[in-house]
């Protein structure tokens, strides 16, 4: 089956239990038409670069998933009509890359970062 990632962006107005009850509830979508989460990360709020439906925040999250394309498209349209949801993203990709992503990571453990130049 082919391998997706989506980042769900839920409104700032959600308790932390309920942006990770959106997940949960996302990945039985998958499960009920075919599918599988394979992994999730919950994000926190996070500061949007622009307003969307008055909001400033947002509850991130992201999801690894195997499933067919129906069950994918399923999901989205669930996610599109669900109020607490603003916006959806989601890409097939060839392989999953393991967790923590680089959003979880702590700054010093990050290794792909070039080393900072003294400002003059």
Do not use: C
């Not at 009509?81 to 393991?98: G, N, P, Q, S, W």
């Amino acid at each position: 089956m082919p391998l997706y990632e989506h980042v769900m962006i839920a409104r700032q107005d959600l308790s932390n239990t309920q942006a990770e009850g959106l997940i949960e509830h996302f990945g039985t979508v998958l499960s009920d038409n075919g599918g599988s989460m394979t992994g999730s990360e919950y994000w926190g709020v996070k500061t949007m670069a622009y307003k969307i439906n008055k909001n400033r925040k947002g509850h991130y999250a992201f999801m690894l998933s195997d499933a067919p394309a129906s069950a994918v498209q399923e999901m989205e349209r669930l996610m599109r009509l669900h109020d607490d949801v603003m916006r959806v993203l989601t890409i097939k990709v060839d392989a999953h890359k393991e967790l923590p992503s680089v959003q979880m990571q702590k700054r010093d453990e990050r290794s792909d970062r070039g080393e900072r130049r003294e400002r003059r």
